[in-house]
């Protein structure tokens, strides 16, 4: 059947119920493997399974590559081996425990839940099942439903099967389906003692919830109600406490595999005529016992708890979320907080003397207490005596006598371009010269007028070339104008670096005249009073403070990328100029605001963004 043909065949099957859809795969897994229709089997698990994609591969030893038997996807340029997870082998690890699964990309991008699953029966056969990651909550489901139809033992055949009995797995993933659909906590826990009770026709079942260091009742088969101080529910909550102490399942009248007993589960055997009891716990995710399950079975034989524990897996985390759910708002508060005091301080009452103190504390401090606010701004240090020493003609750097932060005397050599390609072309130009001045002496000995005005045109020319050189050479060196620092240019990125005419080298200012140029953002520009003394400390020496005291404000804001626009404050040095003050360096100032309360300095950034959003 071809891709389209599948597609087809996809898009016009009729959506099934789960236990539809499994009844249709066990009847078309009896078929033999050689005429079973894989393209029609890949349909119905892709359904089963709310898979985005499905396939079946046949594993080939001799060339270790994959055979495509089947597949289901509406993507015609689908593969099974292109969402599989690099670096995994799922096939192998499928092979070991029945099934595998791991998160992986496609190369679009797209995320995908992989699911592999080995087809019991059938040698090196895989089950390849593409599932959206919105699904993974279910994933417990889906794979317990995809092993209901993997197995492909004959059955006349001596082959011992490897998958639990189809029909009580099927008729557990009803249950469980049926608790799952409930709409709230105690419904999901009648729904399953009342189906316990009827599909294994037991006397009694009842199920308890582990609260803290307490066991509640919390559904009893066949009753709607129930009174929690009843003598019967108390009876049956003493009878559950073996489970939670144990940690794992337990049987009345006890076997040598448990080594237990209890009165409270001998009293309770009288009360119900049960010949068998059996108390099963139920672990969350980190296998602590959250609920345990109480099941009374008359005369027989009881059935094996294999397929219950792997449904109770799965309805698990659904009950627990019911159960969260079914609280009320002021216990779930109660109880979260407790939890978290109680681990920190202790078990008795801490959370309320603690609760208590420390809120009487911060609202007082929060209504009278005051601290001196302080606007921070990022700062540098500025002169505006200053020159660019730049590149006076095309070329490459050849030496660099200087860096960044170096005291230059006026006169000093900072850098010196590359002449040897001049010096290269003075020689040129000068053997140049000597040939057209020989052609002019020549041709005006001649008495060759025309040619004699040519030559000279061309001995004017290379003389004007030679000039132009010989200034470029002699501008090869740059010198000091003054006495100062240098604050941009670095040595390491300017050696044989090239240059074009124009280009910035260094930048010399003069240590004197220095002020602070302050940025402060416009949403505390409003703080900022003339005059308002502050603090600037450097980025070179940041344990010494400089007062300083605002002069002028810039009025026009400045775009500073992702900080938003920012206004340029102009602040005096109110402290004599160091020795190790260089123009450029930058750091962080804090202009003083004076003291406010410390509820609005913990709030008023909040407060104006709240008002910028709320206002209309």
């Given amino acids: 059947m071809s891709n389209a043909t599948a597609a087809g065949t996809l898009a016009s099957a009729p959506v099934l119920d789960a236990r539809s859809l499994i009844e249709q795969l066990q009847q078309l897994r009896k078929t033999r493997a050689t005429e079973l229709d894989w393209q029609r089997y890949c349909v119905l698990m892709r359904q089963l399974c709310k898979a985005s994609h499905c396939a079946v591969v046949r594993k080939l030893t001799e060339t270790e590559s994959l055979e495509q038997l089947g597949r289901a996807s509406e993507l015609e340029t689908w593969s099974p081996m292109q969402t599989m997870p690099l670096g995994m082998d799922l096939l192998a690890k499928a092979d070991g425990q029945g099934y595998a699964s791991a998160p992986a990309q496609a190369q679009d991008g797209q995320t995908w839940l992989v699911l592999v699953l080995a087809l019991q029966g059938l040698s090196d056969c895989y089950l390849i099942l593409n599932i959206k990651p919105q699904e993974r909550a279910q994933l417990n489901e889906l794979t317990l439903r995809a092993l209901l139809c993997v197995d492909f033992n004959s059955p006349v055949s001596n082959t011992a099967a490897v998958m639990p009995v189809p029909e009580e797995l099927t008729a557990m993933l009803g249950l469980a389906a049926e608790v799952m659909q409930q709409p709230n906590f105690d419904a999901a826990c009648l729904s399953l003692v009342n189906g316990l009770a009827a599909q294994w026709k037991l006397l009694h079942a009842s199920l308890g919830w582990v609260d803290k260091d307490r066991m509640e009742v919390v559904a009893i088969s066949h009753l709607d109600r129930f009174e929690s101080d009843a003598s019967q529910t108390q009876r049956i909550e003493s009878a559950l406490l073996p489970a939670v102490l144990q940690g794992r399942e337990v049987w009345w009248p006890a076997t040598e595999e448990t080594l237990h007993d209890s009165d409270a589960l001998s009293s309770l055997a009288q009360d119900l005529n049960a010949e068998r009891i059996a108390l099963l716990p139920i672990p969350d995710a980190q296998g602590i016992t959250q609920a345990v399950l109480l099941l009374a079975f008359a005369a027989g034989t009881p059935p094996g708890l294999n397929t219950l524990q792997l449904a109770l897996e799965l309805m698990q985390p659904r009950l627990s979320d019911l159960r969260a759910q079914s609280l009320s708002l002021q216990r779930r508060a109660r109880q979260g907080l407790q939890n978290g005091a109680e681990q920190l301080f202790g078990p008795e009452h801490s959370l309320i003397k603690l609760s208590g103190v420390l809120l009487m504390l911060a609202v007082l401090y929060l209504v009278f207490g005051s601290w001196h606010y302080r606007v921070d701004a ?239």
Avoid at 413 to 422: A, N, P, Q, S, W
Avoid at 464 to 487: H, M, T, Y
């Fill in 378 to 616: 990022s700062a540098q240090l500025v002169t505006d005596a200053t020159r660019l020493i730049s590149a006076q003609f095309d070329g490459r750097i050849d030496q660099v006598h200087a860096t960044a932060g170096d005291l230059v005397k006026e006169g000093s050599l900072l850098v010196t371009l590359d002449t040897r390609d001049l010096e290269q072309q003075r020689n040129e130009l000068s053997a140049e010269i000597s040939k057209t001045a020989s052609e002019v002496n020549k041709y005006r000995a001649e008495g060759l007028l025309a040619e004699t005005e040519i030559a000279q045109a061309r001995l004017d020319q290379s003389l004007a070339k030679a000039e132009r050189v010989d200034s470029n050479l002699a501008q090869a060196s740059s010198n000091a104008p003054f006495e100062g620092v240098i604050v941009e240019g670095e040595k390491k990125d300017l050696l044989g670096a090239p240059v074009k005419k124009g280009d910035r080298i260094f930048r010399i200012a003069k240590v004197e005249g220095l002020y602070i140029t302050l940025m402060v953002s416009e949403k505390e520009m409003r703080h900022i009073q003339p005059q308002a003394n502050g603090e600037v400390a450097l980025l070179s020496h940041p344990s010494h403070n400089i007062p300083i005291q605002v002069s002028s404000v810039i009025p026009v804001a400045q775009v500073k990328g992702q900080e938003g626009n920012q206004f340029m404050i102009k602040a005096e040095l109110l402290e004599a100029p160091q020795p190790w003050w260089r123009p450029g360096m930058t750091g962080l100032a804090r202009i003083d605001v004076g003291d406010k309360n410390v509820a609005w300095v913990l709030s008023h950034r909040v407060v104006d963004r709240l008002r910028l959003l709320l206002w209309w």
